[in-house]
């Protein structure tokens, strides 16, 4: 029974388990569970006493394994659907022991290979032990390679203490625990293998928010919340501190399902047994209330007061984390389909419209009602810019004279059916030319443009606005009238999975447009490259090189970083900005999702040594291209040399 | 004219070269330095006085690039032969200076097409500027993808100080100079491209020899040595310290060009000038003597006082660096060159005849005369092991009866012909079978195999041998008795390239055998895999795991690991044993070359924090393979998973 409804919400995480103890007879414990109001157990399956070591020599070939039930006691769809297979927690893989270490390398093995028959979804694998992983990630791997849809869970307690010390040789001691790094350590050896994740042991204190933020980068599947990290309220019943809950939230927020674990009458007993009192009398007759279901009910309470979903956030949805090329106008005629998304973003032309406003507020005394201004609108589509001039001349009483160029024949056929639609015949005439080489009849007073990318100037709109501003008056003026590109590093395991899935070169060195949500942001972003128009210096190139340094805040602990993501903001005039950098975002703008620059390796980034970057935007006769590159804490390769995986053309004029 | 005759040396190491300053009579320049003795020029290129920015905008179209000579004034085999192309020196991409970037970018592409066009072997890149080498290194990375065979070699100064210190932050501070840290950078950036190398400038004080051992595994193919590195002996000559004499003779051995730079009267004056007397009168007509010919000769007295090449070394020679696939000869029957050509390693056998004998005293006392000992050769191969256990038997005064194993049928044909010639048909009953199926008619005291190979138990031994002690009598002696895998970590960037070039990830999950040469061995070797013959202990397994920490030289600095050599050791009979590791070696022995483990991604190691490299030896029904990983600094992928990739085939036993 799902913890409740939340419109929009489609993701696993409505779902909560329960983990349970050895029981053969695993038809009740799953009817016991359910009944209870769980979705799913998370159930050893073999008999923790067994060790392969043990069996006799001369019963080798009759031995039937102690199996907790098998698949005519339960049907397949029924394994399926409502058992997690956890794995024996003895197994320890990395021991001193090498008995134990090989009893516990052949039972993993027939656990695994015995949920992949049963056809479970899903498989927790204890955390390691100690401090070291090698032989577990080792046979983890081996099994890796075989298996077919099941995930692997492995177990990592959610802790961090905060003391680094550093040793006389230069060496960082690393004496405090950070389970990330034994994750970090145990999926490099897996090579990032895409059915490996983890589940999460949510214990009694949580490190700092920063270091709890980097793991919504990582493939956390479930979060295992035991009783004892629960409080008791005033009433007796379970609930949890403000952080916890702040946690939960996240968790319901990424499509990670809560399991409970732990005994009630353990170490933080309910004060009233929690039996309904009209029930008391039969309760013999009725089903007994499974006894974690208060914690069950709180974590329902929890996930039914999250905010519903904004009819953006729902339209975003299906957007999240998914890997897109970048729009290039200069190439491609975009479609009528797209010119409409686009111009239902209000929030945009509002800008534009204030931002035209004042220009023309600037040009025109307030008492000269004779003066005409000449605006061109460079890129004009389907005219959305259009409108927003005229309402800006008729909201400052200002005169205008619109030309509307646009290189699209199609966007043009619209354009002309809504200038006749409006009655603007007068006022706008329609361009059908690549503002590049049109050869305007007089000169412009305002070039209104929005050709920017998700990176800024990653639509080339430096080269189509240096092609414009031969008919710009030298003293006109362009909206925008600058814009700066910005980066910050990411932690983002399922777009790097997707990434080397295609297993080529060339996927690792495109940059991408994508709604980042599984994703860990790891440092304030950063300006890159800024362009400002007109642009009259002599001498003058759209190349740019950048050099960067990142530092994480030191509570963060290492992460990883896959790649990074990309934003803009434009300076549209004045004080009127437009822009998706987080910081400073315009609210409710949906026509941009950020840039994505994938690293080929990811980088494992310690506190206090900085991530240094390199960005060049590069510019040869026929196209323009991106190479980036790490040189701290280790270099990486040069990527898209040359712009050999991924380029913008400038298209037809060359 | 080269450096001297050294008999077997066939490397470009006899050519001795000179740096020179512009001049655009590349004619002269050139004449007046070959008949100086030297054997090619390093010369500048392009006149140092050219900035691409300076040229006016109105002539660029009719503008002459201005280079030192064309490829008339030379022929193209000319410049080829003698000329490597010296780069404008005061090129510098990571200024802050965007100007001068964009000058040095122009400036540098112009000179390597230039010299590409007159098809120069090399040319030399001036050394980074500062501390970070980030745009450079795309440049030359950008270059590199569209080069000819053309070489470029990366000029870095042989410097190392000596001070490391950490920060109260956790991060190592570097303040330290350490260039192979700068070069390290380059080439990743760079991608480990096999046309990037190294010329060293080798300066007055040297580094210290861990340091300096580094460089050997790494491709420098020129080393540039100014006057003023140069002392002044008693007679007013030039001669070099006995530090710089060593890392000349290193140079010498690893086919490392020396240049000569700098001039000769500048910094070290000659008391003498060097001219000889009888000539002083016309030395007008005379063609003058070259300003740098004593450096010249006494860089030629140092080559030709190197040692000859012994006879093994130049069998060896061609071997050199070379990766071959190890033998298997479980699947494959060796051919009778490659029988003969481990037949001839004598020494190998001497240690077989010592052991054999040790062990004929000890289960045979000196006053017995009747007692026969059964001895078993298991896989005689064409009978070198026969042989030397009936010398022994002679030796000791033992009597001995012998059954020689075999599978080949093959080497069978010659081991019968053998036995009739030297008439031991009462002695030796030859057997035509596998050892591990062959039903003995009797039990043997002493068991003899030579089936180890480079890496000890990678052919098989212990599968054989644990197959042939059933019929071992049960205080029989195997010979050997045990033996054991050692590794080291290596920086072999000859082997990786190669590796590489297969551009397959099958190539790197292989282990070679490699006769070791260009490479830098940066630490100990460590034990690894001990087998012990005969075994008897109950579920037993031929399975190993073996972590291992290494720790690099506190002096070394960082290094690049690019792999681990691998050795063994064997124990045939008590103090008698034979092996490769380098510190125990039995001299005089070929039979084997070192093994050689890569990784994929090479691991940058820096002082005081431990390599951490895991290996297994894993055994399924048919096949026997390893598995290996690092897990400090950074983990790696586990490599060659269920022996994917590289495996020994048990053979139709199965």
Same mark, same amino acid.
């Given at each position: 029974?799902?913890?409740?409804?939340?419109?929009?919400?489609?993701?696993?995480?409505?779902?909560?388990?329960?983990?349970?103890?050895?029981? /053969?007879?695993?038809?009740?414990?799953?009817?016991?569970?359910?009944?209870?109001?769980?979705?799913?157990? *998370?159930?050893?399956?073999?008999?923790?006493?067994?060790?392969?070591?043990?069996?006799?020599?001369?019963?080798?070939?009759?031995?039937?394994?102690?199996?907790?039930?098998? !698949?005519?006691?339960?049907?397949?769809? #029924?394994?399926?659907?409502?058992?997690?297979?956890?794995?024996?927690?003895?197994?320890?893989?990395?021991?001193? $022991?090498?008995?134990?270490?090989?009893?516990?390398?052949?039972?993993?093995?027939?656990?695994?290979?015995?949920?992949?028959?049963?056809?479970?979804?899903?498989?927790?694998?204890?955390?390691?032990?100690?401090?070291?992983?090698?032989?577990?990630?080792?046979?983890?791997?081996?099994?890796?390679?075989?298996?077919?849809? @099941?995930?692997?869970?492995?177990?990592?307690?959610?802790?961090?203490?905060?003391? /680094?010390? *550093?040793?006389?040789?230069?060496?960082?001691?690393?004496?405090?625990?950070?389970?990330?790094?034994?994750?970090?350590?145990?999926?490099?050896?897996?090579?990032?293998?895409?059915?490996?994740?983890?589940?999460?042991?949510?214990?009694?204190?949580?490190?700092?928010?920063?270091?709890?933020?980097?793991?919504?980068?990582?493939?956390?599947?479930?979060?295992?919340?035991?009783?004892?990290?629960?409080? &008791?309220?005033?009433?007796?019943?379970?609930?949890?501190?403000?952080?916890?809950?702040?946690?939960?939230?996240?968790?319901?927020?990424?499509?990670?399902?809560?399991?409970?674990?732990?005994?009630?009458?353990?170490?933080?007993?309910?004060?009233? @047994? !929690?039996?309904?009192?009209?029930?008391?009398?039969?309760?013999?007759?009725?089903? #007994?209330?499974?006894?974690?279901?208060?914690?069950?009910?709180?974590?329902?309470?929890?996930?039914?007061?999250? /905010?519903?979903?904004?009819?953006?956030?729902?339209?975003?949805?299906?957007?999240?984390?998914?890997?897109?090329?970048?729009?290039?106008?200069? @190439? $491609?005629?975009?479609?009528?389909?797209?010119?409409? &998304?686009?111009?239902? $973003?209000?929030?945009?032309?509002?800008?534009?419209?204030?931002?035209?406003?004042?220009?023309?507020? !600037?040009?025109?005394?307030?008492?000269?009602?004779?003066?005409?201004?000449?605006? @061109?609108? *460079?890129?004009?589509?389907?005219?959305?810019?259009?409108?927003?001039?005229?309402?800006?001349?008729?909201?400052?009483?200002?005169?205008?004279?619109?030309?509307?160029?646009?290189?699209?024949?199609?966007?043009? *056929?619209?354009?002309?059916?809504?200038?006749?639609?409006?009655?603007?015949?007068?006022?706008?005439?329609?361009?059908?030319?690549?503002?590049?080489?049109?050869?305007?009849?007089?000169?412009?007073?305002?070039?209104?443009?929005?050709?920017?990318?998700? +990176?800024?100037?990653?639509?080339?709109?430096?080269?189509?606005?240096?092609?414009?501003?031969?008919?710009?008056?030298?003293?006109?003026?362009?909206?925008?009238?600058?814009?700066?590109?910005?980066?910050?590093?990411?932690?983002?395991?399922?777009?790097?999975?997707?990434?080397?899935?295609?297993?080529?070169?060339?996927?690792?060195?495109?940059?991408?447009?994508?709604?980042?949500?599984?994703?860990?942001?790891?440092?304030?972003?950063?300006?890159?490259?800024?362009?400002?128009?007109?642009?009259?210096?002599?001498?003058?190139?759209?190349?740019?090189?950048?050099?960067?340094?990142?530092?994480?805040?030191? /509570?963060?602990?290492?992460?990883?970083?896959?790649? +990074?993501?990309?934003?803009?903001?434009?300076?549209?005039?004045?004080?009127?900005?437009?822009?998706?950098?987080?910081?400073?975002?315009?609210?409710?703008?949906?026509?941009?999702?950020?840039?994505?620059?994938?690293?080929?390796?990811?980088?494992?980034?310690?506190?206090?040594?900085?991530?240094?970057?390199?960005?060049?935007? =590069? =510019?040869?006769?026929?196209?323009?291209?991106?190479?980036?590159?790490?040189?701290?804490? &280790?270099?990486?390769?040069?990527?898209?040399?040359?712009?050999?995986?991924?380029?913008?053309?400038?298209?037809?004029?060359?």
């Amino acid at each position: 029974m799902p913890l409740g409804e939340r419109a929009g919400d489609k993701s696993d995480s409505r779902y909560c388990g329960v983990e349970t103890e050895f029981n /053969d007879d695993i038809p009740q414990l799953l009817s016991l569970n359910i009944n209870g109001g769980f979705d799913f157990v *998370v159930a050893t399956l073999m008999d923790p006493a067994y060790r392969p070591s043990l069996k006799g020599d001369n019963d080798k070939s009759c031995d039937v394994l102690p199996f907790a039930g098998s !698949d005519l006691v339960l049907s397949p769809s #029924q394994w399926s659907s409502h058992v997690v297979g956890r794995i024996s927690l003895w197994i320890d893989l990395d021991s001193e $022991d090498e008995s134990l270490r090989r009893d516990s390398e052949i039972c993993l093995k027939q656990e695994i290979s015995w949920a992949s028959h049963l056809s479970l979804q899903a498989c927790l694998l204890p955390s390691p032990k100690g401090t070291s992983c090698g032989n577990y990630a080792r046979v983890v791997n081996q099994i890796l390679q075989s298996l077919n849809n @099941m995930q692997l869970w492995l177990r990592i307690p959610l802790e961090k203490s905060d003391d /680094d010390s *550093v040793n006389e040789n230069g060496g960082l001691q690393r004496e405090h625990t950070d389970s990330w790094e034994m994750w970090n350590s145990f999926r490099i050896l897996c090579e990032h293998h895409s059915q490996l994740s983890i589940a999460l042991d949510i214990l009694p204190s949580l490190p700092s928010a920063n270091s709890l933020g980097r793991w919504f980068g990582e493939p956390v599947r479930a979060a295992i919340i035991h009783t004892n990290s629960f409080l &008791t309220n005033a009433k007796g019943y379970p609930c949890l501190s403000k952080r916890h809950q702040k946690l939960m939230s996240g968790f319901f927020n990424h499509s990670i399902q809560i399991v409970i674990s732990g005994n009630q009458d353990q170490k933080h007993p309910l004060r009233s @047994m !929690d039996v309904d009192p009209n029930n008391n009398k039969n309760h013999v007759e009725s089903v #007994q209330r499974h006894p974690l279901r208060p914690y069950l009910d709180y974590v329902g309470y929890l996930y039914q007061r999250m /905010d519903v979903l904004s009819e953006q956030e729902r339209f975003e949805l299906g957007y999240r984390d998914f890997l897109q090329s970048p729009l290039q106008p200069l @190439m $491609d005629n975009l479609e009528a389909q797209t010119y409409e &998304t686009f111009e239902k $973003d209000t929030m945009k032309y509002i800008q534009y419209q204030r931002a035209i406003s004042k220009a023309l507020q !600037d040009r025109v005394p307030d008492d000269d009602s004779s003066t005409v201004t000449i605006l @061109m609108v *460079v890129g004009a589509g389907r005219g959305p810019l259009v409108r927003a001039s005229l309402q800006a001349a008729e909201e400052t009483g200002r005169k205008l004279k619109v030309y509307a160029v646009e290189k699209n024949p199609n966007a043009v *056929v619209t354009l002309h059916s809504l200038v006749k639609l409006e009655g603007w015949e007068n006022i706008v005439t329609i361009v059908s030319s690549d503002m590049r080489c049109w050869e305007a009849p007089e000169k412009a007073d305002i070039l209104v443009s929005e050709l920017l990318g998700s +990176f800024g100037d990653n639509e080339l709109s430096p080269e189509c606005l240096d092609g414009a501003q031969r008919f710009l008056k030298e003293d006109g003026i362009s909206i925008p009238s600058s814009y700066t590109s910005y980066i910050q590093p990411l932690t983002a395991s399922k777009l790097y999975a997707d990434i080397k899935s295609h297993k080529d070169l060339v996927h690792f060195e495109t940059i991408y447009v994508v709604k980042l949500h599984r994703v860990a942001r790891l440092a304030p972003s950063q300006p890159v490259f800024t362009f400002v128009h007109p642009e009259y210096s002599t001498n003058n190139s759209n190349q740019r090189y950048k050099k960067l340094q990142f530092e994480l805040p030191s /509570d963060t602990g290492s992460a990883l970083v896959h790649g +990074f993501a990309g934003y803009f903001d434009a300076t549209l005039y004045k004080d009127v900005h437009l822009g998706m950098e987080p910081l400073t975002a315009t609210p409710n703008m949906f026509s941009w999702f950020p840039a994505f620059i994938p690293l080929r390796t990811p980088l494992c980034v310690r506190p206090g040594i900085p991530l240094e970057f390199h960005l060049w935007r =590069c =510019c040869g006769s026929t196209k323009v291209w991106y190479e980036w590159c790490a040189t701290s804490p &280790t270099a990486s390769p040069v990527h898209n040399t040359n712009g050999r995986s991924y380029w913008l053309r400038k298209g037809d004029l060359g």
